[in-house]
């Protein structure tokens, strides 16, 4: 059977998502029969509102700019002006680099 993909209407919203080969590859590793019914954002306002969420907060993060290529970057911490922050591709080497 080949994936291809989907975009799926979601039943909470009516917002069309996609689900992707990815997840589709994901769901029958877990042996999960059932595409997704709702997007990602009312699924966890689905699982907030019914205690299925965990108790650790949704992971902030932030825009910045790699100081060793000059690409965009998203990282979960607040950059500060007096450390580089890197893109993963950069990180890895800086810390292949250091070790």
């Known amino acids: 059977m080949s994936l291809a993909d989907k975009t799926i209407a979601c039943r909470d919203c009516g917002e069309d998502f996609l689900f992707t080969t990815g997840e589709q590859q994901f769901y029958q590793t877990k042996g999960l029969l059932h ?35 000059g690409r965009p970057a998203r990282v979960p911490f607040v950059p500060r002006n007096d450390r580089p922050v890197y893109c993963s591709p950069c990180f890895d080497k800086v810390r292949a680099a250091n070790y």
Do not use: Q
């Open 35 to 69: 595409e997704p019914g709702r997007c990602p954002s009312c699924r966890a306002i689905y699982k907030r509102e019914r205690g299925l969420a965990s108790d650790r907060p949704i992971r902030e993060y932030h825009d910045t700019v790699c100081a060793e290529c």
